[in-house]
């Protein structure tokens, strides 16, 4: 007996998360990013003369992949905690960032020497994007 998964809520959360990224790493954060890893704006404009659909298509694919996952933890989370819909989503979406996102990138901080401000916004990002495909897993099972 396997888990019971909705591919096209994988695939739908994986979009919303693609979809977010491109807005919060670029219209709505992207100059505050860029600063923070200590980019220049020429080196941005090499990197896309470079060309980045390999890039592109590696993050769609991991996309796809973190949904996967996410949708098995949350099918897990509701079996165990019997709580379904939107409050089972942002549940599973809290825990999992706070236990696999929030703990990997304070790495990035001690041990690469990335500042705090970058931190919390590549965290943030990845807890709105959590709670996002949450939500849509948990309502479209």
């Not at 390999?54 to 993050?59: A, G, L, P, V």
């Not at 379904?84 to 001690?110: D, E, P, R």
Request: aromatic fraction near 18%.
């Amino acid at each position: 007996m396997g888990v019971p998964i909705n591919y096209w809520a994988v695939i739908a959360s994986a979009i919303i998360a693609m979809v977010l990224g491109f807005l919060w790493y670029g219209p709505i954060f992207g100059k505050a990013w860029i600063k923070l890893m200590g980019f220049t704006t020429e080196s941005m404009d090499d990197a896309k003369k470079k060309g980045m659909t390999k890039s592109y298509i590696i993050m769609i694919v991991t996309t796809l992949v973190m949904a996967f996952v996410f949708a098995h933890s949350l099918e897990f989370g509701i079996a165990y905690t019997n709580t379904t819909g939107v409050a089972a989503g942002l549940t599973a979406a809290f825990w999992n960032w706070l236990g696999f996102i929030a703990t990997v990138l304070t790495g990035k901080v001690l041990w690469e020497g990335k500042s705090w401000k970058l931190w919390f916004l590549d965290s943030g990002y990845y807890l709105v994007s959590l709670c996002l495909m949450g939500i849509v897993l948990a309502v479209w099972r």
